[in-house]
């Protein structure tokens, strides 16, 4: 290998007064742009689909957050509130609620991740009492972050 003597950064620099100031040519600027963009186009989408996990998973926690304060306003009154009456019971005391104790929630029964408020029915359909949310995309079945979250 007669010759090599291996790569050499080439850098510009100018002389001022006691100091050099030297930088970097703007291909080897090129050059790093292109790395940092290669890497992010290969972690970009990985990283997004870890958001969309952790908006399911926050899901099933706000409804087992509710399903517990409605059980602790059935503690207190006996049965779970109307489906008429909704989530909204346990913020605000029903008018017919002698016994109620609440608020059962320091605020009003959050939305889901995507914004839309959760569904509840009682008495439930599948369980005693229905407590879900249609996923991202907002309607019945689907799969994936589109898919149903539910108590049952």
Same mark, same amino acid.
Request: hydrophobic share 35%; charged share 25%; aromatic share 12%.
């Given at each position: 290998?007669?010759?090599?003597? #291996? ?42 689909? %870890? ?12 409804? $087992? ?5 409605? $059980? %602790? ?56 009492? $229905? ?9 019945? #079945? #689907? ?10």
């Amino acid at each position: 290998m007669s010759g090599f003597r #291996g790569y050499k950064m080439k850098r510009w620099c100018i002389q001022k007064r006691v100091r050099a100031v030297c930088g970097f040519t703007l291909l080897e600027l090129l050059v790093v742009m292109v790395i940092i963009g290669l890497l992010a186009s290969y972690v970009a989408p990985k990283y997004f689909s %870890q958001v969309g996990k952790s908006e399911v998973k926050a899901a099933q926690a706000q409804i $087992d957050a509710l399903e517990k304060a409605l $059980d %602790q306003y059935r503690l207190d009154t006996g049965h779970y509130p109307a489906t008429e009456q909704g989530l909204a019971a346990l913020v605000t005391r029903p008018s017919s609620e002698p016994k109620w104790q609440g608020p059962y929630l320091k605020k009003g029964a959050p939305p889901d991740p995507w914004g839309k408020p959760y569904i509840y029915k009682y008495p439930g359909e599948r369980a005693e009492l $229905d407590l879900y949310s249609y996923g991202k995309d907002g309607q019945p #079945g #689907g799969t994936g972050e589109s898919a149903d979250i539910t108590n049952w």
